[in-house]
């Protein structure tokens, strides 16, 4: 089996280790048997989206994304093609901005994005920093996905569905409860850390919904991944102990109150 993987903007769009992620993919499939191939594309470079079974981006400054912005009114549409017929998209931070409807920076430039989640960003005074936590239901065995946030962008999901519930930390906008979204086999998340690292759970998700397009369902030779999962355990115990000290939650789900309150 065969697993093509095309990272995107790998040389703008890289923070926190973002990158690490395509290298947990790849190893993940080879620890399977697998052949892996990665392209990497960036400015100006032409693109077969339906080439590849998972495409990724990651997160960069505002500059870069304005950057970006403008390639991708070329690149864009390719990549809504590609993701309505079912080719894998991992977005995170900037990489997840750019592909809702719009980013708008505390500058107040406004930098169009692919429309291809149903969710818009603003920039805030504040940025929302911090280890956080995410409830994913679809996931089997109910371990969290844990990792770093860093961002000064406010995402708004318009009718979308998110990627998870927060537990702690604060995922869109620090109000609504949500983190990241999902669109067909396309994800989008505010988490860095490299995501993957302390999520193999996760990483096995997204590598089964890479090979879907091509292969139908796939079942996937479990790893061993005792040691990855006993630092996810930990990472959610560690910090949440912290969190849940610090915030608690409001009586009322109203989602103009935030997800968390301070006492």
Known sequence: MKLRICHLYPDLLNLYGDRGNILILAQRARWRGWEVEVDYRSLGERIDPFAYDLI???GGPDQEQGVVSEDLKIKGPLLLEAAEAGVAILSICGGYQLLGHFYRSARGEVFPGVGLFPVYTEAGAKRLRGNIAVELGFLPGGAPVV?????????????????????????NNGLDGTEGVRYRRALGTYLHGPLLAKNPHLADYILKLALERRHGQVELEPLDD?????????????FGRKNFLKFRRPRSSSPNKPAFSLR
């Open 147 to 171: 990792g770093f946030e860093n961002h000064s962008g406010r995402t708004y999901l318009e009718g979308g569905e998110p990627l998870g519930r927060v537990l702690y930390g604060y995922g």
């Open 56 to 58: 990724f981006l990651g």
């Open 226 to 238: 005792a040691l990855e999962m006993t630092v996810n355990r930990q990472v959610y115990l560690r």
